[in-house]
Each structure stands twice: as C-alpha cells, then as structure tokens.
C-alpha cells in the first residue's frame, strides 16, 4: 500500500509498515507536521497515498466517498497508546487484503475492521 501516515500516530508504525514491505511517507517526514488537514489531505491525494490516521475530521464517509480519493484508513482504539496504536496497525496490515483497500473508507477499532467499498456500477 501507498500510505501517509498522520502526525497524530507514532512514527514507529510507518517503520513497521515499510518492514512489511508497504511504501509510507509520513507528515512530519515531509514537514507538513501543523499543516490544516486540507493541506494534508490534497498531498495524500497527489502523491495517490491512502491516509492513514486518528483525526475525526475525515471520519465523515459521506464526505470521504469510496472511489472519489486514494483512501482514507481511520483508527479509532478505545485506549489509544502509542504501543497499541502500532500493535494493532502491524495486526491489520499483516492479516488483512490492505492492498485491495485503495479508495476505500475504512474504519479500524479495537476488535473489528469496517472496509467501505466503492459500489459496484453496472455498464
């Protein structure tokens, strides 16, 4: 996967992430660490990044339609350590399709992982 990780998550997970062999930029890396979330965003756009964070600002999936961006990945833990934060990135994206996930809405919790596709259109 193409990622940019948010500054709101650990550095340490964009290392996890590049171990398992995915392509991450992060904010801070790219000095955009403060930036508005719109400067954020049009950069993950540009550069065909899923981005992957904590801000509930893109938590909007009417706003973030499947198939209109390169993805969006929200995490949201109940108890959002930095520990935990990278445990559970590393356990989704060793066990699941995150490949299959570009220009989706996904959602990560604590215990379940909610991928909103683009729908299907028929010609």
Request: aromatic share 4%.
């Amino acid at each position: 996967m193409k990622a940019k990780l948010d500054e709101n998550l650990p550095l340490q997970i964009a290392t996890r992430l590049r171990e398992l062999g995915h392509d991450v930029h992060t904010a801070e890396q790219e000095n955009l660490s403060g930036c508005g979330d719109s400067e954020l965003w049009a950069h993950a756009q540009q550069e065909g990044r899923t981005l992957i964070t904590q801000d509930l600002d893109f938590s909007d999936s009417r706003r973030f339609t499947p198939g209109t961006h390169h993805g969006v990945v929200l995490v949201r833990l109940h108890s959002p350590s930095r520990l935990r934060l990278v445990e559970r990135l590393e356990e989704v994206f060793q066990g699941e399709a995150v490949n299959e996930w570009a220009g989706c809405f996904v959602v990560v919790t604590d215990q379940k992982i909610r991928v909103r596709r683009t729908p299907n259109r028929r010609t």
